[in-house]
T-cell receptor, first 110, second 114 residues
Framework: GQSLEQPSEVTAVEGAIVQINCTYQ??????LSWYQQHDGGAPTFLSY????GLEETGRFSSFLSRSDSYGYLLLQELQMKDSASYFC???????????FGSGTRLQVQP | GAGVSQSPSNKVTEKGKDVELRCDPI?????LYWYRQRLGQGLEFLIY????????KSGLPSDRFSAERTGESVSTLTIQRTQQEDSAVYLC????????????FGPGTRLTVL
């Protein structure tokens, strides 16, 4: 099975940069995904790292290091609308469904 | 186009009653997933459907939970003899075949068992 660890809460100010870490224990997986979920809303896909390294999508970047069992989501030029919960997720070899971390609640302050 | 839809949006039921939750995936998405999210927690996988293949039921927490899917369209999740610990948001997601890492979620059904 898998275990994914994320910080429970992170606070940052508008315009700043924040990094949300995800460490995992799994014997084998396809890659690391990140999802955003606003309060009362549905999770929405942000990014996917199949390979080690950095993936950039606008203000958001995601990083994976399989050798370190570690990944992170980097949010730049924070906006108030970025206040939400962020989940990392992995898909085990041979499975189709995702296993999610418990989520990091990001609060952006003015 | 239309996203994933779920109904009802909210369901309040009494302990011991059966409930049925519905999911309409995005048209053309052959893969469909059900997850459960308790308050302040991550998503727990329940069941996965892919076309006409046998579903992956490995996440169902007990035999009170079951789900069906008609072809590549609507799915229903049934919880029999509901318990208070079943209270959660039940989320449905769909994806194109081969893109399981990018799933599109519905708004969920908030189930409250009194």
């Amino acid at each position: 099975g898998q275990s994914l660890e994320q910080p429970s809460e992170v606070t940052a100010v508008e315009g700043a940069i924040v990094q949300i870490n995800c460490t995992y224990q799994t014997s084998g997986f396809y890659g690391l995904s990140w999802y955003q979920q606003h309060d009362g809303g549905a999770p929405t896909f942000l990014s996917y790292n199949a390979l080690d390294g950095l993936e950039e999508t606008g203000r958001f970047s995601s990083f994976l290091s399989r050798s370190d069992s570690y990944g992170y989501l980097l949010l730049q030029e924070l906006q108030m609308k970025d206040s939400a919960s962020y989940f990392c997720a992995v898909r085990d070899m041979g499975r189709r469904a995702l296993t999610f971390g418990s989520g990091t609640r990001l609060q952006v302050q003015p | 186009g239309a996203g994933v839809s779920q109904s009802p949006s909210n369901k309040v039921t009494e302990k011991g009653k059966d409930v049925e939750l519905r999911c309409d995936p995005i048209s053309g998405h052959t893969a469909l997933y059900w997850y459960r999210q308790r308050l302040g927690q991550g998503l727990e996988f329940l069941i996965y459907f892919q076309g006409n293949s046998a579903p992956d039921k490995s996440g169902l927490p007990s035999d009170r939970f079951s789900a069906e899917r008609t072809g590549e369209s609507v799915s229903t999740l049934t919880i029999q003899r509901t318990q208070q610990e079943d209270s959660a948001v039940y989320l449905c997601a769909s994806s194109l075949q081969g893109t399981h890492n990018e799933q599109f979620f519905g708004p969920g059904t908030r189930l409250t068992v009194l």
